[in-house]
């Protein structure tokens, strides 16, 4: 009965290939968000969706690409993958106003590109 | 434009020890803020949050944090150290104008000594 679940939990690929990331959220919230956690925990922001519409977009390449086929789910895909993309990827979900609520996290995928 | 930050990066504390982890923030509207836990190799979890409410907020595991708008700090502490406490620990913050985004602090990391 998890709130927030993600697929896979672990993800190891070469250089060059595209993978894909997908989150759920069984809490009926309107915002879900991708963040990226790197080695140091740094947690920053990469993309957000309020009721299906794109709404944060930060600096991050083009390679990746968010979707969000209904409000329950957040995809991320990767294409091209690089070294420097090895992190763990969390998805969330919150409610309220501006997603003002607090935010609930996922268990997080950790991609490692060799 | 919201920001946060968290002062020393690592505490240690011994066991039944005063814990005090340090959050700084900068907004310039009235602020939410959030602390967050995440033990290793899952997602963040929330402990408490402010908003506008009680200065004081009771958080879940005994921790507790006190708003203070005159110093614009929101620190977390909790009177007596357990081993179960040792995780990362990130302070958060957001605010309406501030489109769905949540700041998050660097991390620190709490380590319990026996």
């Known amino acids: 009965d998890t709130a927030v679940s993600q697929t896979p939990k672990y993800l190891v690929t070469q250089m060059g290939n595209d993978k894909s990331i997908k989150c759920e959220q069984n809490?009926?919230?309107?915002?879900m968000y991708w963040y990226k956690q790197d080695s140091k925990k740094f947690l920053k922001i990469m993309f957000s969706?309020?009721?299906?519409?794109?709404?944060i977009n930060e600096t991050v390449p083009n390679r990746f690409s968010p979707k969000s086929p209904d409000k329950a789910h957040l995809n991320l895909h990767i294409n091209s993958l690089e070294l420097g993309d090895s992190a763990v990827y969390f998805c969330?979900?919150?409610?309220?106003?501006?997603?003002?609520?607090?935010?609930?996290f996922g268990p997080g995928t950790r991609l490692t590109v060799t | 434009a919201q920001s946060v930050t968290q002062l020393g990066s690592h505490v240690s504390v011994s066991e039944g020890a005063l814990v005090l982890l340090r959050c700084n923030y900068s907004?310039?509207?009235?602020?939410?803020l959030f602390w967050y836990v995440q033990y290793p190799n899952q997602g963040l979890q929330l402990l408490l949050k402010?908003?506008?409410?009680?200065?004081l907020v009771k958080g879940i595991n005994g921790f507790e944090a006190e708003f203070k708008k005159s110093e614009t700090s929101f620190h977390l502490t909790k009177p007596s150290a357990h081993m179960s406490d040792a995780a990362e620990y990130f302070c958060?913050?957001?605010?309406?104008?501030?489109?769905?985004?949540?700041?998050f602090g660097a991390g620190t990391r709490l380590f319990v000594k026996a």
């Open positions: 907004s310039s509207v009235p602020p939410y």
């Open positions: 809490l009926g919230h309107d915002t």
């Open positions: 969706y309020n009721n299906k519409e794109l709404i």
């Open positions: 402010y908003t506008s409410a009680a200065t």
């Open positions: 958060a913050v957001s605010d309406r104008g501030g489109g769905f985004k949540t700041i």
């Open positions: 969330a979900s919150s409610s309220g106003q501006e997603g003002l609520g607090e935010q609930y």
